[in-house]
């Protein structure tokens, strides 16, 4: 079983909020991962992390930051919410060797009206 | 870069055998995975092959990879009502740092 926790489940919040998603894991993992998932279905990586103190933008670009100032925590921080970014997303992790599974949390639903 | 695809949408009875299927595109791929998503959750890891792997059966599930063709399926057998949900198919190379979905198959299962 994976421990890997993402809060809140579900947030509607207002264009212009500041909204911080929270992911925490308690596997030690190294790598960190941010997805944005459409309601179509397909999984867009968004953010990624090493490490402590190391981050990376993803494949889709996102208006989005990150943070890694603790291995167990990946918070993800909108400074400026817009229903463009009403969406699901998903936090991953993973061992550092290469190849392995990506474990994930339960995603946040944001709506942002 | 890599591109994997699936189909969008399979139908199937209950009891029946589901296929889903996944195509890649870089012969590199090392690593193989199958992930399953119930409505309003993450994925689940539901299993793996390697690419010197030609099949790995799991209980229900058994996994086919045929190198040749970058060709990834995934079989269930005795399909439930609680298989209802969408399949991911996911590759990575050895040296990889990131996996590549594919855009996910939703499957129904009728009683």
């Known amino acids: 079983e994976a421990d890997i926790y993402q809060t809140p489940r579900y947030l509607v919040i207002g264009t212009g909020k500041k909204i911080t998603l929270e992911c925490s894991q308690t596997m030690g993992h190294d790598k960190m991962y941010w997805y944005q998932q459409d309601p179509g279905m397909e999984l867009h990586l968004i953010h990624y992390?090493?490490?402590?103190?190391?981050?990376e933008k993803g494949d889709l670009s996102s208006e989005s930051t990150v943070s890694r100032i603790r291995t167990e925590h990946f918070p993800l921080t909108l400074e400026s919410a817009r229903p463009s970014h009403t969406s699901q997303y998903l936090c991953?992790?993973?061992?550092?060797?290469?190849?392995?599974?990506?474990?994930f949390g339960n995603g946040t639903r944001l709506t942002v009206t | 870069g890599e591109d994997v695809e699936q189909s969008l949408f399979l139908s199937v009875r209950e009891g029946d055998s589901s296929v889903i299927n996944c195509t890649y595109t870089d012969s590199s791929s090392t690593y193989l995975y199958w992930y399953k998503q119930e409505p309003g959750a993450g994925l689940q890891l539901l299993t793996y092959i390697f690419s010197n792997m030609d099949m790995k059966q799991d209980q229900r599930l058994t996994v086919l990879l045929n190198k040749k063709d970058k060709h990834l399926s995934l079989r269930i057998a005795d399909t439930q009502t609680g298989d209802s949900a969408i399949y991911f198919c996911?590759?990575?190379?050895?040296?990889?740092?990131?996996?590549?979905f594919g855009g996910g198959t939703r499957v129904l299962v009728k009683p």
């Open positions: 996911a590759v990575i190379k050895a040296a990889g740092n990131k996996l590549t």
């Open positions: 992390s090493y490490g402590v103190n190391s981050t």
């Open positions: 991953a992790s993973s061992q550092t060797q290469g190849g392995s599974p990506l474990h």
